[in-house]
C-alpha cells in the first residue's frame, strides 16, 4: 500500500524559507509523477509542483516559478518542495500526490504552511 508522509510545514515571516518533504513507501515509483498541491482556507486545492520519478523533468504553477524548487532523492524515495521568498499568500496546507501513468492517485496528509506578513 502506498504511503506518503509530509513534513517540514510551520510559521515563517514573509521572505523566509521552508522546505518540505514527502517520504514515499509502498512500491517503486519510477512510473510516477510525484508532486505538490495546495489547499488555502475556502479556496480549492491547486496544483504547485510535479516531478518525474524517473526523468526529472519539472513542472511549475506560475505563482511559484522562481520561488520554489521541486526535487527527488531516489535512494530515501523522499520528494522536496524547497519554497523561498514566501509570500502571505502561499499559506495553506501542502500535499504530497503520487500520480501513476494510469491508475489512481495517492495523497498525503497534508503540512501546513503558514506566512505571517
Known amino acids: 500500500q502506498v504511503q506518503l508522509v509530509e513534513s517540514g510545514g510551520g510559521l515563517v515571516q514573509a521572505g523566509g524559507s521552508l522546505r518540505l518533504s514527502c517520504a514515499a513507501s509502498?512500491?517503486?515509483?519510477?512510473?510516477?509523477?510525484m508532486g505538490w498541491f495546495r489547499q488555502a482556507p475556502g479556496k480549492e486545492r491547486e496544483f504547485v509542483a510535479t516531478i518525474s520519478w524517473s526523468t526529472g523533468i519539472t513542472n511549475y504553477a506560475d505563482s511559484v516559478k522562481g520561488r520554489f524548487t521541486i526535487s527527488r532523492d531516489n535512494a530515501k524515495n523522499t520528494v522536496y518542495l524547497q519554497m523561498n521568498s514566501l509570500k502571505p499568500e502561499d499559506t495553506a496546507v501542502y500535499y504530497c500526490?503520487?500520480?501513476?501513468?494510469?491508475?489512481?492517485?495517492?495523497w498525503g496528509q497534508g503540512t501546513q504552511v503558514t506566512v505571517s506578513s
Open positions: 500526490i503520487a500520480q501513476p501513468v494510469a491508475g489512481p492517485n495517492y
Open positions: 509502498g512500491r517503486t515509483f519510477n512510473n510516477y509523477d
